[in-house]
């Protein structure tokens, strides 16, 4: 039932997008801009461009929304099924986004953080609508953590926290150095470091809304993100 309404949850948003690309807005301003589904975004203020300061949430406070919001953390992946009623599973591959071989991790979010990335992936294609852009997807790469994923990975990798907020279903790694064309053999194509910038400002508008918190990791080459929000 869980997966029947997230496939409900995103596939209204692909069936609009899907539908054809209408005339793009080329300009921007910083009050509004015109989505690919003509809904005006409103837009308060802009990404400095300064991710190290911007995206700089500790720990701490990703930890305390995990907590706040997310499941109590399990020991194996089987536990899943036990929290079935509690988790969203989602797709291998959908539209908006792509998702990495996951070897440490596993694709299930609490609803409230499967929404933030349904938001996030959907903002992030109508920032290219309306920069007149062609279209990416997003990848994401790290999602939910058992203690067993977590145990192999800290042998790993050094820089693996043995708490970390992965363990709760509230977080979610994007990748900013690798996004998958949509129309591979279009001549147009955009720079990861053009591409980076339009997921920050996605990602600025929604922390300013208090959805989440941000961390910008320059070694794993992500954006981490953790929901917020009910």
């Not at 995103?10 to 069936?15: A, E, H, N, Y």
């Not at 300064?50 to 930890?63: G, P, S, T």
């Not at 536990?79 to 792509?98: A, I, N």
């Not at 053999?185 to 400002?201: C, G, N, W, Y």
């Amino acid at each position: 039932m869980i997966y029947i309404r997230w496939m409900l949850l995103v596939s209204l948003p692909f069936l609009i997008l899907c539908c054809g690309k209408g005339k793009a807005e080329t300009t921007e301003t910083a009050e509004t801009v015109k989505t690919a589904r003509g809904i005006p975004l409103e837009r308060k203020q802009r990404f400095s461009g300064n991710y190290n300061k911007e995206f700089n949430d500790l720990q701490d406070a990703h930890l305390s929304a995990a907590t706040a919001l997310g499941i109590s953390p399990m020991a194996l992946r089987n536990d899943t099924l036990k929290l079935k009623d509690e988790l969203v599973r989602l797709p291998d591959e959908l539209e908006l986004y792509k998702m990495y071989d996951l070897t440490h991790s596993i694709p299930f979010l609490v609803p409230s953080a499967a929404q933030l990335f349904v938001d996030i992936t959907r903002n992030f294609r109508d920032s290219l609508y309306s920069k007149d852009l062609p279209l990416y997807r997003l990848y994401l790469t790290s999602i939910l953590r058992t203690d067993e994923d977590l145990s192999i990975l800290t042998k790993r990798n050094i820089n693996a926290s043995e708490n970390s907020t992965h363990r709760y279903g509230t977080t979610f790694d994007i990748s900013w150095k690798r996004f998958d064309p949509v129309m591979p053999d279009s001549i147009r194509q955009v720079p990861p470091e053009r591409l980076k910038l339009v997921l920050a400002q996605v990602l600025f508008d929604l922390k300013n809304q208090q959805r989440c918190y941000v961390k910008h990791e320059r070694k794993q080459a992500c954006f981490h993100i953790t929901a917020r929000g009910k």
